[in-house]
């Protein structure tokens, strides 16, 4: 008997023709991916295109079951297309090991598809496919999990809410004075090591104004003394880099950062007067104390698993601290050997940074009388990861093919927004509710887009706005991703190329006009 037949039994022969037909684009070949491509590839999906832009990684292989072992560092979308077409060969798949955002993926390139399926992890990638998805008027599929938590939706231009009708809570921040000068749990002094030491040390000088710490507090004027004082000290960190690689590298900037930031932290008694002051910490009083602890060769002789799992002694710590700052900083200069901008951003799957980022946040904790953490419980906190579930995966990809079949069979109506909840209470696993109707004033969705050919080397942002104006869109603002390119009051741009302001094919320029209407702007270049 054909594949086929128990399909064409459940779901109607149209519908099983109508499928086998659809082009469907799924982005994203991680936890949800793997599961839904070997659904699409048992449920008569024949014309496939999977794109992916990372490579399989150790920790992927408890839940992403067209992986293994001797797939580790290869791209998974390649990987998860040859795995997949074991459960069904008669399947067109295509992969593509890049990122969603490359120019080559075009509004055209989305047009060709009848349906896009997102298996996505970030709200980046999830906001360009849903405008490139409003921009080709291409039904989308919408995922997402976390832990025990799921949820499925259908974006359709001008029916449905798109991603971005409903504001998306941001990541947490940090004030600026808490991380750097009054820690006082676990998670701020996690933050202080991954997202400012670890950036002053190995990154470079973009890397230096990081996002999870917020401004807010920055207004009065002790604040901004003591703002220019940490200036000040991370100046003098970037003095003593100048010596890395030489002996007493790794004791220099202990007892600059856990010694002589922290005296001068300690001075500042207004600080102290309503907190525990940190108490300085200097490499050597560590190191001779170390006389009656382990000696790194016990460190190393222990199971990975018990000295991921335990809290290290100071003097473990120290020596964590030292060699994997000197591993780090050898790695650094290796790649800057080659290209001088380089850097080594945190991954919590890199074991040196994780090795790091322990040691130091624990230096600081103890420094501030703050409970340490294991390697295990920092890699977590660090890597902000909420453990994935298998099966809530499995459930969610089960119910997008289900509005998959929905969509291609031309029931919009029928389909839902379902979330996955948890809870020991509730009767029902799954809740749904109709699907949304757009947001008025959603700045994505509800202006018109355009699509505009232009020679983008030759053009100039004067051309630009003639054109526009040809078209009777008068005292026009133009932006890009946010930046001000052009207004009433600002024509510093108007006589360069749109090529020079990176204003290049694939781009989207966003235009309102006088009246307040927003025009949306897709670039292509000719
Ligand atoms: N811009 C993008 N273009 C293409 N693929 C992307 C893009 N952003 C994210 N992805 C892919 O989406 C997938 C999301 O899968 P998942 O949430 O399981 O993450 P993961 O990286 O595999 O796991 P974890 O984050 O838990 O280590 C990943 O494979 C990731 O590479
Ligand atoms: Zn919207």
């Given at each position: ?5 128990h399909?064409?039994?459940?779901i ?16 994203g ?16 999906f ?18 992403q079951f ?5 797939h580790?560092?290869?791209s ?12 069904n060969?008669?399947v ?23 349906l ?11 906001r360009?496919v ?36 409903q ?5 947490k ?19 202080w ?9 190995f ?8 996002e999870v ?10 604040t901004?003394?003591?703002?220019a ?17 030489t002996?007493g590298?790794a ?8 010694y002589?930031?922290?005296q001068?932290?300690?001075?500042m008694?207004?600080?102290?007067k ?5 108490i ?15 000696t ?6 222990e199971?990975t ?9 100071l ?26 901008e ?5 991954d919590?799957d ?18 501030y ?6 390697r295990f419980?920092v890699?977590?906190?660090a890597g ?10 499995a ?6 093919v289900m ?8 029931r919009?109506a029928d389909c839902k ?9 509730r009767?029902?696993?799954?809740v ?22 232009i ?22 603002e133009i932006?890009?991703?946010g930046r ?15 090529e ?9 320029v ?7 209407r927003?025009?949306?702007v ?5």
């Amino acid at each position: 008997m054909p594949r086929e037949t128990h399909l064409e039994a459940t779901i109607g022969r149209p519908l099983a023709s109508t499928i086998s037909k659809a082009k469907v684009l799924m982005v994203g070949a991680g936890g949800i991916g793997c599961e839904l491509l070997k659904n699409l590839v048992m449920s008569g999906f024949k014309e496939i295109e999977v794109v992916d832009l990372d490579t399989i990684d150790l920790s992927n292989l408890n839940r992403q079951f067209l992986f293994q072992k001797q797939h580790i560092k290869k791209s998974k979308a390649h990987i998860a297309r040859a795995s997949a077409l074991t459960f069904n060969p008669n399947v067109n798949i295509v992969s593509r090991h890049q990122n969603i955002k490359d120019q080559e993926f075009s509004v055209d390139w989305f047009k060709s598809f009848d349906l896009v399926m997102n298996a996505l992890d970030n709200l980046d990638a999830r906001r360009h496919v849903n405008k490139m998805c409003l921009a080709a008027n291409v039904p989308l599929v919408e995922s997402g999990t976390a832990g025990y938590l799921g949820q499925v939706t259908v974006i359709q231009k001008d029916e449905t809410e798109c991603f971005d009708c409903q504001p998306k809570e941001t990541p947490k921040t940090f004030p600026v004075c808490t991380i750097r000068s009054t820690p006082s749990t676990p998670i701020h002094c996690i933050v202080w090591a991954k997202s400012y030491l670890f950036n002053l040390l190995f990154g470079n000088a973009e890397d230096d104004d990081d996002e999870v710490l917020s401004k807010e507090d920055s207004n009065d004027d002790e604040t901004a003394k003591e703002l220019a004082a940490l200036a000040a000290e991370s100046q003098a960190l970037k003095a003593i880099l100048e010596s890395a690689g030489t002996e007493g590298f790794a004791q220099r900037v202990f007892d600059k950062v856990f010694y002589t930031d922290i005296q001068r932290l300690r001075g500042m008694e207004d600080m102290w007067k309503n907190r525990k002051p940190p108490i300085p910490l200097k490499y050597d009083d560590v190191v001779s104390q170390s006389d009656n602890q382990p000696t790194p060769m016990d460190i190393e002789t222990e199971t990975t698993t018990l000295k991921d799992q335990r809290v290290w002694t100071l003097a473990e710590t120290a020596q964590v601290f030292s060699d994997s700052l000197n591993k780090l900083t050898a790695r650094l200069k290796e790649m800057r050997a080659t290209d001088p901008e380089a850097s080594v951003h945190f991954d919590k799957d890199d074991p040196e940074a994780l090795d790091f980022v322990t040691a130091t946040s624990n230096l600081r904790a103890h420094v501030y009388g703050i409970e340490e953490k294991s390697r295990f419980q920092v890699k977590a906190m660090a890597g902000n990861i909420i453990p994935a579930i298998a099966t809530t995966n499995a459930i969610i990809a089960g119910m997008m093919v289900m509005l998959a079949f929905k969509i291609l069979n031309k029931r919009l109506a029928d389909c839902k927004t379902s979330y996955l909840v948890y809870g020991r209470h509730r009767p029902q696993l799954i809740v749904s509710e109709p699907l949304a109707k757009p947001n008025p004033k959603c700045y994505i969705c509800r202006n018109s887009y355009i699509v505009l050919k232009i020679d983008t080397s030759k053009s100039t942002v004067q051309d630009l706005i003639d054109l526009l104006e040809s078209n009777s869109l008068v005292e026009l603002e133009i932006q890009e991703n946010g930046r001000v390119i052009y207004d009433p009051d600002f024509d510093d741009n108007v006589a360069k190329t749109l090529e020079s302001l990176q204003i290049t094919d694939g781009k989207f320029v966003d235009i309102v006009d006088e009246e307040d209407r927003k025009i949306i702007v897709y670039l292509k270049h000719m």
